[in-house]
C-alpha cells in the first residue's frame, strides 16, 4: 500500500516506511499442509476490514510532519462517522477502499503545525473504488472532497488516470453544478508533492493532500497491524511475565547516534485475569490491552539502505485477537535513516488513535 505512493523527499520517504518496522514486522504466515490424501485448503489472506474512529476517551489520530498536520474529526452532526472499508491482502498487501456515495471514508482537519489553516476541514468521498496492487500506485479509484467549513466552493474530483501514462486527473466544480471548468493532469511521481507547491491551483493541492492523508493513515494501519503480529510473537513471554510485568526487546544499534542500541518493551494488562491473552471479557465488558514503550528503537535491514528509528509510545487500548483492536499513539516519533545515518529532515510526530476490524488477521 506504500512503496512509491507519497510525496517526494525524506518526509514521504518516512511516511512511505512507516509499516516496516523490523523486528515488530511478522506478518501472520499462512498456508497448510496435507498428508494421507487429506486436502488443507489454507485460509484466505485477502480480508475485510473497516478503519473508523477510537473509542471514547481516546483522540482521533493527528499525524504532523514538515509544514503540515492533519487530524482525523469526527465532529457531529452525523448519523454514522466516516470510516474507510475495503481489503487487504496480507500475503500480496493488494488493497482495495470501497465507493460509497452516501458515507465520506474522512473528515481530516488540516494545518500547519503552529496550526495555521492550511485546507481547512476536509470532507472526502470515494465516489470509485480504490486498488492497490502490491506496493505500487492505485490503478483505480476516484475521491470527491468538499469542504466542511467552507474553506472553497463546490467540490474537488481526483481519480486514477491511465490515459497517456500513469497518474491523477483532477478537476474542479465550483458551482456544485457538475460542471469542472478546471482540470489538470499530473503523473504520480509529480503530483504527490504538488500539495507544497504554492503556486499550483488550490484544487491540485487539495487533492494531492487527500492523496497523501490516505497514505499516511494505510501506514499507521499498517504499523498498528505489525505491533499485534508483535503481540503474538511474545505471548508466551507476556503470558509467563504475567499482567503489568514488561518484556524487554533489543533493537539494533544505529552507528554514532547516542543512547544505542535502543529497545522497547511490552506489558500486557490481563483485564480479565484469567492469565490469558484471549478473547474473554472483564466484568465490566473489556477486553486485555498492551503498551509498547519504544526508546530510539533503530532496526537495521541490510538490503536497504533506508530504515526507521521509532521513539515514543503505542498502546492497545482493547485487543481482541484476530479480530479487533485499538491503537493509540502518543508522541510516536518516527525518523527515517538512510546508509545508518538520521535523515534530520524527515520526522512524523503520531498521536490519538483509531478502531481497526479486521476479522481473519
Known amino acids: 500500500m506504500n512503496g512509491s505512493s507519497g510525496p517526494v523527499g525524506a518526509f514521504g520517504t518516512t511516511l512511505s516506511k512507516l509499516a516496516l518496522l523490523g523486528a515488530l514486522a511478522f506478518l501472520p504466515s499462512c498456508g497448510g499442509g496435507g498428508g494421507g ?17 477510537p473509542r471514547a476517551g481516546v483522540a482521533p489520530l493527528t499525524v504532523e510532519a514538515g509544514e503540515s498536520k492533519f487530524t482525523l474529526s469526527s465532529n457531529p452532526p452525523a448519523i454514522e462517522l466516516p470510516s474507510i472499508r475495503g481489503t487487504y491482502d496480507t500475503a500480496t498487501l493488494d488493497a482495495t477502499i470501497d465507493d460509497n456515495a452516501v458515507l465520506p471514508i474522512l473528515w481530516a482537519d488540516t494545518a500547519t503545525p503552529t496550526d495555521n489553516p492550511l485546507f481547512g476541514n476536509l470532507e472526502v468521498v470515494a465516489s470509485k473504488p480504490f486498488r492497490w496492487s502490491d506496493a505500487n500506485d492505485p490503478t483505480s479509484g476516484e475521491f470527491l472532497i468538499t469542504s466542511r467549513d467552507g474553506f472553497f466552493p463546490g467540490k474537488i474530483r481526483a481519480g486514477v488516470s491511465t490515459a497517456g501514462g500513469a497518474g491523477v486527473r483532477t478537476g474542479y466544480d465550483s458551482a456544485n453544478d457538475g460542471i469542472y471548468e478546471q482540470e489538470a493532469s499530473e503523473t504520480w511521481g509529480s503530483f504527490y508533492g504538488l500539495w507544497e507547491d504554492d503556486t499550483k491551483p488550490l484544487f491540485q493541492r487539495v487533492a494531492s493532500f487527500v492523496f497523501y492523508t490516505r497514505e499516511a493513515i494505510f501506514s499507521v494501519m499498517e504499523l498498528s497491524m505489525e505491533t499485534v503480529n508483535t503481540i503474538e510473537d511474545h505471548r508466551a513471554e507476556l503470558q509467563a ?59 537495521d535491514d541490510p538490503t536497504d539502505p533506508e530504515d526507521l528509528l521509532l521513539d515514543g509510545v503505542i498502546r492497545i487500548a482493547y485487543y481482541e485477537p484476530s479480530v479487533q483492536w485499538g491503537p493509540v499513539f502518543e508522541n510516536l516519533v518516527i525518523t527515517l535513516t538512510r546508509n545508518n545515518k538520521v535523515v534530520y529532515a524527515s520526522p512524523v510526530t503520531v498521536n490519538g488513535g483509531f478502531s481497526l476490524l479486521i476479522p481473519g488477521y
Do not use: E
Open 37 to 53: 490424501g487429506v486436502d488443507v485448503t489454507p485460509p484466505s489472506t485477502n480480508l475485510r476490514y473497516v478503519l473508523g474512529p
Open 241 to 299: 511475565a504475567g499482567s503489568d510485568n514488561a518484556i524487554q526487546v533489543d533493537c539494533d544499534a544505529l552507528p554514532g547516534a547516542p543512547n544505542q542500541p535502543g529497545s522497547f518493551s511490552i506489558a500486557w494488562t490481563d483485564v480479565n485475569g484469567n492469565g490469558v491473552i484471549d478473547h474473554d471479557l472483564s466484568g465490566a465488558g473489556k477486553h486485555d490491552t498492551f503498551t509498547f514503550m519504544i526508546d530510539q528503537c533503530w532496526i
